[in-house]
């Protein structure tokens, strides 16, 4: 134990913690959005104003843990610990413990209305459903721990650090922005795989739907063949606690618009399918299939502003390449959400744009295509997902990638993207 010299308004001490009460000390003052050392200085004071010590706390294992302290109050914490006769290494363990006690963690936020994201793009192989998986997975993350998450002040300079990095064996993962340690979000997610490819259901581990079953094609079509939870698959419980689900693809999705040519109101069609489903979800994300036909419509308008939800909730959420073709894509989709705002009078919101599979090693195009997506402000881009080794080796395992490979730059930008939309 030693009392180095005073820096500033407080004084360093150093003594030793349990690395358990270190860790349970560190997730829960990121859970509350306060320092370490004015948790411990709250406990401190607390522990010292009892009438008595409170119960042991095993020590066994402690290791160095140095904080600050207002001047003073370490004489005090010290006085007292030798009037209860303990040594100061159980004090302090007896002082974080009981602001731990006193100081619980926040209840997840969830939102009143169930959030409907729309992933789309009519365009494939722009990585609909590795932003689908990667995002759901973010938010469906443990709140009880802490999780790399990439921070920036603002996403232009994620995108110029990108830039600068183009010369770089690494790329974009060699950018400069901090990576800060954050509590999950600890909400509970459905992915909806509503490609007839089944990409998401495959890459996730679990099987296509039997053609001759249910499906959420038959649910919008109007001839169930049962109830739709029955459907649903639960992914990697041991890291995502249950809260991560997925509603599997049929191949007979390539028949839904065919199908719905033949509904009333067909453009409620999903909507219809998987309201009684929302109850138990916070957020629903739709995978879409790369289509500009009915089953997109009705996408669209299950993602739209529904009375009493603030703009923002829920949306569409576009997914590109830093290429040309993509921009053409783009004008289709934007084309086609047009239309159904103006035909059908709805509120979608664009949540923003996606820019997947960046590599500023390939050059003046990925360069000035990236820029250019930047330059669109409305919607802006959200989220800059590199294009590296990790996910295709996670699609190959058939695990999330959060799972596979936490502590990925893709896995860090998928929380960052996360919590840039949330």
Known sequence: MSMPATSSDRAKVVSKLPGWLRQNLKVRTAQLGIEIQTAVEQGIAAWCGLASATAQVDTSGAESFSTFVPPGQWEEFRRTAEDRRVSLIQGLAQSVQLWLDTNAAPDVQRPAITRRLVVCNQKGGVGKTAITAGVGEAMAEDPDKLHSVRVAKALTAALRASEAADGDATGPAADPLDVEKLPGLGLRILLVDFDPQCHLTNQLGASPLPLNGDSLTNHMAGDPKGDLRDLIVSIDDEHFG???HLLPACHDAFLLD????AVRAREAALERALAPLEADYDVILIDCPPSLG?????????????????????????????EDSSADAYELLTNQIEDLRNDLGLDLDYLGIVVNLYDGRRGYIATSSLQGWVDIKDPRVVGLISDLKEQKEAVRMKQPLLSYAPASQQAVAMRALAREIS
């Open 242 to 244: 249950g809260r991560l």
């Open 294 to 322: 009915l089953s997109m419509d009705a996408a669209a308008y299950y993602g739209r502003r529904r009375e009493g939800e603030l703009p923002g909730q829920s949306g569409a959420l576009i997914v590109v390449q830093a």
């Open 258 to 261: 065919v199908r719905l040519s």
